[in-house]
């Protein structure tokens, strides 16, 4: 018998799913724009706050530098308006749950709050890692490395690129943890085969971690040991999850009536 599904909404028909989905929209995009518009004024201080990892091992004299006309503005611009995004992320996945909510099942919205809460919590985790520890190592591994007789003097739209670029990465690498939840929960993998693969994720790890940070062991460990503790705060977490979706479907097949005799 299959799984009833009692806190359901009634049927809507397909207009009034797309009339749901246009209002959840303009709520998202309306979070956003308000956000936009109380960080507009602070837009060139946020830009002296994103670039004070690099300002600060800049050579004595050496400043960033603009090479586009508009640069000086938009660069800034852009910036807030990402801020604003990643700032409105609580809204936005809110309406994201409103609107999937009435399709699941009753465990599944057990889980799926939590997951939700976890990911942003992680994504805020990951650019906050990147921005404390991993940006200060980047940048004075690279003026470290800057040849005699050139100036490390940056041009503020490709430096903003690069950290948005790092920032992305990171807040998606800490998402791991969800990651893993989900696949055990849904049942492509299994506990026991992810303890399995272990040592190949511990591997992974070191591969990313060289690839996003500058060529020194300490940087690439820096990065490599918290995704491979994250993948087993994943692992341990899923194998919770696995074992008590699997005891409630028990409870539930021993609590169905027998089928009748034909």
């Known amino acids: 018998m299959s799984e009833q599904k009692p806190d359901l909404d009634p049927e809507m028909p397909l207009v009034s ?27 060139q201080k946020i830009y002296t706050l994103v670039s004070l990892p690099l300002r600060q091992y800049l050579p004595e004299g050496a400043t960033m530098i603009a090479t586009d006309v508009a640069s000086p503005f938009l660069t ?14 609580p809204v936005i996945l809110h309406q994201v749950w409103g609107f999937i909510a009435p399709g699941l099942y009753r465990h599944e919205k057990r889980i799926a709050v939590p997951l939700l809460v976890s990911s942003v919590v ?3 985790g990951g650019m906050a890692f990147a921005y404390f520890l991993v940006f200060p190592l980047i940048f004075h591994f690279f003026a ?6 050139v100036s490390m003097m940056t041009d503020i739209s490709s430096y903003l690129d690069f950290v948005m670029t790092l920032f992305f990465a990171f807040g998606v690498a800490f998402e791991i943890p969800v990651a893993v939840v989900l696949l055990i929960w849904i049942g492509v993998v299994d506990v026991a085969y992810l303890r399995k693969i272990r040592p190949y994720v511990i591997i992974g790890c070191f591969v990313v971690g060289m690839v996003l940070t500058p060529p020194d062991v300490f940087s690439q460990t820096l990065l490599a040991v918290p995704m491979w503790l994250l993948f087993e705060v994943g692992v341990f977490f899923g194998g919770m999850v696995r074992r008590r ?18």
Do not use: N, W
């Open 76 to 89: 800034p611009f852009k910036l807030t308006l990402v801020v604003a995004l990643f700032l409105a992320m």
């Open 122 to 124: 992680l994504f805020y």
């Open 245 to 262: 979706r699997e005891a409630e479907e028990a409870d539930e097949s021993r609590s169905q009536p027998p089928a009748p005799l034909p």
């Open 17 to 43: 799913h797309l009339a749901e989905l246009r209002t959840r929209l303009l709520r998202c995009v309306a979070a956003v724009f308000l956000i936009f518009a109380g960080l507009f004024y602070f837009t």
């Open 144 to 149: 470290s490395v800057t040849p005699e007789g």
